[in-house]
């Protein structure tokens, strides 16, 4: 049984960035008029930020880790460890997290780690940060979590207009006397095709036909290296696991679903949302959601909507909140938490 219950550990401020470059989805070549409108209406997804291809996710989580650090006033030379969390590395390797340490100006002695996972990367970037602090040893930590979307196909109707780009920081303190983080984790694997850019890794290594753009059907054209979306598969999935882990989740460390403030999920899409709320039977006042102006950005979409839906909440008010995200993988990860007055930054715009 997959949970856990850190000890010792608290969140004490979040940050995200996001490209100046808005793109409509009504204003997309590859959707008519009334294609584009059943899109908004079904994904609640009216525009996206996107940047070009020079910007990677940790050109992002590096703009939303200096504003933190300095909203936060911290001194660099005591942040203690940073994991990175996305499904776009600069390179194969070294890790991004070594480099990250490098253009922040942390210590050599910081302790970095590079996590592969999307959508449900932040819970479990989340579980790994605050064990790493748990114990006392390290007091102060950074989690980075982001991703970018030009990976998917232009000309594939059925997944470009879900996916934006962002970048976020998490910022995590020991404290002797904090309850920290309960969490309930997934994982099914036999599912991993659901979400998946066939080749470029080892299994399937680069090639000359990795590149040949293929019409899959009208308005869906992309080659091997761009995202495979199964989007029923997907929907039967979060439909059935996310009600699920909620629900193990507060059964497991005994938590009244009605003592909970807020309940932030990925945002996958608004129709796959709802209908995850309405089975949970959540009062809409207490599911936030960023996809209108944000849509999917993976690992990010968590702390993006507490940044950009509950900054004055969070900064003014005590709060108990569930977070769940759920994907790719295909995995998923539930975590309960307190917030305390802490410091949210304004959203970061970067250029690119």
């Given at each position: ?35 584009a ?6 994904t ?11 910007t ?7 703009e939303?880790?200096?504003?933190l650090i ?27 997290s ?20 999307g959508c ?33 196909s ?17 910022a995590i ?36 036909s990795?590149?040949?753009?293929k ?6 054209e ?6 495979f979306?199964?989007?029923m ?28 403030d ?14 995850i ?36 909440l969070?900064e ?8 769940c ?5 295909l995995?998923w990860?539930?975590?309960?938490f ?15």
């Amino acid at each position: 049984m997959a949970f856990l219950d850190v000890k010792n550990v608290k969140l004490v401020g979040l940050s995200a960035c996001v490209p100046k470059k808005i793109e409509e989805n009504n204003r997309l070549s590859i959707l008519s008029e009334e294609e584009a409108r059943k899109v908004i209406d079904s994904t609640g997804i009216e525009r996206k930020r996107k940047s070009d291809q020079s910007t990677c996710p940790s050109d992002l989580c590096y703009e939303a880790a200096v504003r933190l650090i300095q909203d936060l006033r911290w001194d660099k030379k005591d942040i203690d460890c940073l994991v990175f969390v996305s499904q776009g590395p600069d390179y194969y390797l070294p890790a991004t997290s070594c480099i990250l340490q490098d253009r922040l100006g942390l210590s050599s002695d910081c302790y970095t780690l590079d996590i592969s996972l999307g959508c449900s990367g932040w819970v479990y970037g989340l579980s790994t940060i605050s064990s790493l602090l748990s114990g006392g040893t390290m007091k102060k930590g950074l989690l980075l979590a982001g991703d970018v979307s030009w990976q998917n196909s232009p000309k594939d109707k059925s997944t470009y207009p879900l996916f934006g780009d962002a970048g976020s920081a998490t910022a995590i303190e020991f404290d002797a006397s904090s309850e920290g983080f309960q969490f309930h984790f997934g994982t099914d694997g036999s599912g991993y095709e659901a979400i998946i850019i066939p080749d470029g890794g080892l299994r399937n290594p680069p090639s000359l036909s990795s590149f040949e753009m293929k019409e899959i059907e009208p308005g869906i054209e992309r080659c091997r290296f761009n995202t495979f979306l199964e989007g029923m598969d997907v929907f039967a999935f979060g439909i059935s696991k996310v009600p699920e882990t909620v629900n193990r989740t507060l059964e497991h460390f005994s938590m009244d679903k009605e003592k909970i403030d807020y309940f932030v999920f990925h945002q996958a899409n608004l129709f796959l949302n709802e209908k995850i709320r309405k089975k949970l039977q959540l009062p809409v006042e207490k599911v936030p959601y960023s996809l209108k102006n944000f849509g999917n950005t993976s690992s990010a979409t968590i702390p993006l909507t507490m940044v950009t839906e509950m900054k004055y909440l969070l900064e003014k008010e005590k709060l108990s909140i569930m977070g769940c995200g759920f994907g790719v993988g295909l995995s998923w990860g539930t975590v309960l938490f307190e917030t305390d007055r802490i410091v949210v930054s304004d959203l970061v715009e970067m250029q690119g």
